[in-house]
């Protein structure tokens, strides 16, 4: 099961990632480690733990014992938050409630992620997005706090990271599931795709947060579309997380049943590409 190398690339979609962790158990039920990992938004995050050399049974339990105490997430986000009530009536009517991702990625990574990209077990990469650039930028060495708050840093609820003289945002404005950043380094990729289809709504006017995080997740699925179209990946995941909306963290036992299939649907795909 080591012979031929995997590079996995876990894509953004904020709650909807929580499906990411039946990939990951997948992998870990077959005794197999990707040769490499790619993640962007929620993907940089799980990818970073298990490239750490976690089990996604113990990132699936950091997760629950995480999200189960909602006063302490709550606590975390106010302590993140860089935005005030009175920038609402200032100049340019700025965001109150926006949060700093390099304050708050640290409030929520296991302890036993390190600080490092060098001192991970597996090669990792975290896409983010240069701003003025316009352009994606791969992190693969360095801080790795930095790089997963780029790579998840979505546009009206983060404020941007200023890093190595780059203005950053989410990677998923650029590359939602980066399946395509591995090069020579692996000899098949399998990509686990969480922007999820349509949603069934009977509201005809979702307020301004819902059409701002809605329209971002319209806009991953037209990119994730045309880059499949185009070439796709060797292997491709998408596990049912229609259901799921971007901030729906709280729902993390619906939503991992949902998803449920995938862990078998990622085993055969494993299966076949080592054999391919």
Same mark, same amino acid.
């Given at each position: ?6 590079? !996995? ?11 990411? !962790? ?22 940089? =995050? ?16 950091? #997760? ?35 949060? *700093? ?14 600080? *490092? +990209?060098? %001192?991970?077990?597996?090669? $990792? ?5 240069? $701003? ?11 801080? =790795? ?12 609820? +983060? ?29 098949? #990729? ?14 005809? $006017? ?10 971002? %997740? ?37 939503? !991992? ?6 862990? *078998?649907? #990622? ?10």
């Amino acid at each position: 099961m080591t012979e031929r190398r995997i590079g !996995l690339a876990l894509g953004g979609g904020g709650a909807r990632g929580l499906a990411h !962790l039946h990939a990951l158990a997948a992998f870990d039920e077959l005794g197999a480690r990707p040769a490499a990992i790619a993640g962007c938004s929620i993907g940089s =995050l799980y990818g970073a733990g298990f490239a750490a050399g976690l089990s996604a049974r113990e990132l699936l339990d950091h #997760t629950t014992r995480v999200l189960d105490r909602r006063a302490d997430v709550v606590g975390k986000l106010l302590k993140a938050r860089v935005g005030r009530l009175a920038d609402m009536f200032g100049a340019g009517s700025r965001n109150p409630i926006l949060l *700093d991702a390099e304050i708050l990625v640290p409030l929520f990574l296991p302890d036993d992620v390190p600080q *490092d +990209f060098e %001192q991970l077990q597996i090669p $990792f990469s975290a896409v983010a997005t240069d $701003f003025f650039g316009r352009a994606q930028v791969v992190f693969r060495k360095g801080p =790795l706090v930095p790089a997963i708050a780029s790579s998840s840093a979505i546009p009206g609820l +983060f404020r941007p990271v200023l890093h190595d003289g780059r203005t950053l945002i989410d990677g998923a404005m650029i590359n939602p599931l980066p399946f395509d950043v591995f090069g020579d380094a692996v000899d098949a #990729t399998l990509a686990v795709d969480v922007t999820g289809g349509p949603v069934t709504s009977t509201k005809g $006017f979702p307020n301004v947060f819902e059409t701002m995080l809605g329209a971002t %997740q319209i806009m991953q699925a037209a990119i994730v579309a045309g880059k499949v179209a185009a070439r796709g990946p060797d292997a491709l995941i998408r596990p049912r997380v229609d259901g799921v909306t971007l901030l729906d963290f709280f729902k993390t036992g619906p939503a !991992l049943r949902a998803s449920e299939s995938a862990k *078998d649907e #990622t085993k055969r795909a494993i299966e076949r590409l080592m054999q391919d």
